[in-house]
């Protein structure tokens, strides 16, 4: 079954710290592929990265960084020096092929408070 | 923004009322998924379409139905409604139906259901 986790709740940092999301999947498939979603207060969800499964290389956008890493099935997101603007919840989602429709399995969300 | 638009963007309804969302994708677009998000929670998916045709479905009740327009609009249908529906209703496309790339999600409706 495919599942993903994100154990932290909730996160507080002052304005300027580094910090990272993390994100734990399950799949059974060997070809899938995993996001991160910001959600803004207005509640839209907004697409941040993609990364299909044999891509392991990691991805710098900015402050935004990806580390993904098959052998402990994590897909963890850092932002560097952090803003009062990254105040959002962001969401891990899996996609694989083993469901009809594609669709998305998403964690629980983490709450990223940035404190100016 | 993402291009999808969505509405009405909040509304109340009582518990066994029925109630309609509307849902225009982005332009291109074929696929609309229909997404559930609780209050703290991640969205659950409710069904997806393709070309007018149902390709997915998560698990929900037969009262939760949809429709896709020629046009790629989607309507989201929950008849008999209960309290535990009240929920923020996301809406997202994407070109393809079959394929796992990103989705582009609207604003949401926030239903409320008393």
């Known amino acids: 079954a495919q599942k993903v986790t994100q154990a932290q709740t909730e996160i507080s940092v002052v304005e300027k710290e580094d910090v990272t999301l993390d994100c734990v999947y399950e799949t059974r498939d060997t070809t899938y592929y995993l996001f991160w979603y910001k959600q803004p207060p207005s509640g839209e969800l907004v697409f941040l990265i993609r990364r299909n499964s044999f891509d392991e290389q990691n991805e710098i956008s900015g402050r935004y960084s990806w580390n993904f890493q098959k052998s402990t099935s994590s897909f963890n997101f850092t932002i560097t020096a952090s803003q009062v603007v990254d105040s959002a919840v962001y969401f891990c989602?899996?996609?694989?092929?083993?469901?009809?429709?594609?669709?998305?399995?998403f964690g629980t969300g983490t709450s990223l408070t940035v404190i100016p | 923004e993402t291009g999808v638009t969505q509405s009405p963007t909040h509304l109340i309804k009582t518990r066994g009322q029925q109630v309609t969302l509307r849902c225009s994708s982005q332009?291109?677009?074929?696929?609309v998924s229909w997404y559930q998000q609780a209050l703290g929670q991640g969205p659950q998916f409710i069904f997806q379409?393709?070309?007018?045709?149902?390709?997915g479905r998560g698990n929900f009740p037969p009262r939760f139905s949809g429709l896709q327009f020629p046009n790629y609009s989607s309507e989201l249908n929950v008849n008999a409604l209960e309290l535990d529906d009240s929920a923020l209703y996301l809406c997202?496309?994407?070109?393809?139906?079959?394929?796992?790339?990103?989705?582009?999600f609207g604003e949401g409706s926030r239903l409320t259901v008393l």
């Open positions: 379409y393709y070309r007018e045709e149902e390709n």
């Open positions: 997202a496309s994407r070109l393809g139906g079959l394929g796992t790339g990103e989705l582009f």
């Open positions: 989602a899996l996609s694989d092929r083993s469901n009809t429709g594609n669709q998305f399995y």
């Open positions: 332009s291109g677009h074929n696929t």
